[in-house]
């Protein structure tokens, strides 16, 4: 697709333009940008799942769990990495539950200890989801070139990791 109309961003869009005069303001810059991607991800996102089995956020929490399928987790812990508070978690697994997307499974010398852990039907939901989205996703970075693609996955891995690390290192003035 790239040369088509739907690249005209590519060819209008230049850094050049956007000649920004020290760090300060390209940080700010940057942060601006990722609050306004942050909302447009998420009205498309809201769009792509209107007619989908599960919402985005149960999504999300699924989805954790498709990156280690043996572990185990419990609600705290769920909270914790995903940042989202407990009762929030709480309800989202009762309905993977139902869906029997996540099983519980109860330590037996602790009954109010439940660990969760995703089930092959949960594994399966996930990958048919990403599935029924990869036709947007690809969409999505059809003007990049493969180069560009790697460059962008490098550095958002970067920041998402320094996001991770420094959860709860916040500098105000």
Avoid at 6 to 23: G, I, P, T
Avoid at 128 to 143: A, G, R, V, W
Wanted: aromatic letters at 6%; proline letters at 3%; one cysteine or more.
């Amino acid at each position: 697709m790239v040369g088509s109309m739907e690249c005209s961003v590519k060819k209008n869009f230049s850094l050049r333009d956007m000649a920004l005069k020290n760090r300060q303001e390209t940080e700010t810059r940057i942060m601006v940008l990722l609050g306004i991607i942050n909302q447009l991800m998420t009205t498309r996102t809201n769009k792509l799942f209107s007619n989908a089995a599960l919402t985005p956020s149960q999504f999300g929490v699924l989805v954790h769990f498709t990156h280690q399928p043996e572990r185990t987790w419990m609600v705290t812990e769920l909270a914790t990495v995903i940042e989202m508070n407990q009762p929030g978690i709480t309800k989202i697994v009762g309905v993977l539950e139902k869906k029997r997307l996540l099983e519980v499974q109860i330590n037996p010398l602790d009954k109010r200890k439940r660990y969760l852990k995703i089930t092959p039907l949960g594994l399966k939901v996930s990958s048919d989801l990403f599935t029924k989205l990869q036709p947007d996703i690809t969409h999505t970075f059809s003007c990049w070139d493969k180069s560009e693609l790697s460059s962008l996955h490098a550095h958002l891995e970067k920041l998402m990791h320094w996001f991770d690390e420094n959860r709860d290192n916040i500098k105000q003035s």
